[in-house]
C-alpha cells in the first residue's frame, strides 16, 4: 500500500524505492498548547500524514521513547497524560521528522488534515461503505456545515474534496490491482462503484490507462498521497 509523505509504515510491502521521507524543519513542528486542560491534566496533539493502524503504533512509539505517555492515539490526534511537553520539544523533533510526520497548530491546517484522514479511512479501512452521503459524513465528524469545510479545502489544496476522493479511490484501486486477488469485478463490489464500467471509466479518466493495461505495466509506481 502507498501513502503519502512520510508514510513508510504502509509502503514497505510494494514500493519500498519510493521516497517517503519529508524535510521537516523544527520551527514547522508547532504544539497545540491552547488544547491543554488543566483541568484533567491532559494535552492534545494534532498530527499530521497517520493514515494507518502502523502510524497509530509508530507515533505512539516515538512518544514513549521520549517519556511522554499517550492515553489515546488516533488518526491525526494524540491525547498525552502530560499537559506541558515544552522540555520536550527537541527530542519529540528528533524522533517524528525522520518518520516524516508533522504536529498541526493552525486550526485550518487541522480541519484539512481531519477532512483527509476520514476519506483516508472511509476508502483504506472502510471499503468506500456509506450509509450516509460523504458531506454529510465529513459534516458530522468535523461540525461544520460542509459547504465551508469544501471551500476551506479548495482553498488550500487546489482541487475540491470530491476530486481528492476519487483520486484516493483511484489509489486504492491500483492497490488491488497490484495485489491480483480480486477481479474487477469484485473491485468494483468492494469498493461500493455502481458497477465495473463506472470504475473503468473513472479509472482511464484519472490514469489514461484501463484497468487491465494498469496491470500488465505492473510493477508500475504508483502516486503518494501527499501529491494527489
Known sequence: ???RNGRNFCNLNLETSIQISRNINSENLI?????RNPDIGKMKLYIKNMVCNRCIMAVKSALESIGLTP???????V????NDISLEREKLVQVLQPLGFELLNDKKARTIEKIK???????????????????????????????????????????TIEKYYILQKIEKVKELLI????????????????????L?????KITG????????????????????
Open 1 to 3: 500500500m502507498t501513502f
Open 31 to 35: 504544539f497545540d498548547e491552547h488544547t
Open 71 to 77: 492515553l489515546q492515539v488516533e488518526l491525526g490526534e
Open 79 to 82: 491525547l498525552l497524560k502530560e
Open 117 to 159: 484522514n476520514l476519506i483516508t479511512e472511509l476508502i483504506q479501512n472502510k471499503n468506500n461503505k456509506l450509509t450516509i452521503t460523504l458531506s454529510e459524513l465529513l459534516s458530522k465528524e468535523i461540525y461544520q456545515d460542509y459547504s465551508t469545510l469544501s471551500k476551506l479545502f479548495s482553498e488550500v489544496e487546489g482541487m
Open 179 to 198: 495485489y491480483d486477488e480480486l477481479s474487477l469485478s469484485e473491485i468494483a463490489f468492494q469498493l461500493n462503484y455502481s458497477s465495473v464500467a463506472h
Open 200 to 204: 473503468s471509466n473513472q479509472f482511464k
Open 209 to 228: 490507462l484501463s484497468p487491465s493495461h494498469f496491470k500488465k505495466l505492473r510493477p508500475i509506481k504508483r502516486k503518494p498521497l501527499d501529491e494527489l
